[in-house]
């Protein structure tokens, strides 16, 4: 994923379907300087710090 479309679904009203390694996640944050996500696993709720590309919309 880009980061312009990361900041238009964290905008967004609507829900979109994002996944990092195949588990859905919610972006909680993103960090323009260095590109990534702080995300949190919808399963476990697991917290990490991704680079944006390594998310996906489904």
């Known amino acids: ?8 679904i964290v905008n967004s009203a609507q829900r979109f379907v994002v996944t990092l390694e195949g588990d859905p996640v919610w972006i909680d944050e993103l960090d323009d300087s260095s590109g990534t996500a702080t ?10 710090r991704v680079p944006v590309d390594r ?4």
């Open 55 to 58: 998310l996906h919309e489904q």
């Open 1 to 8: 994923m880009e980061m312009e479309r990361a900041k238009e």
């Open 39 to 48: 995300v949190h696993s919808e399963r476990s709720g697991r917290v990490s």
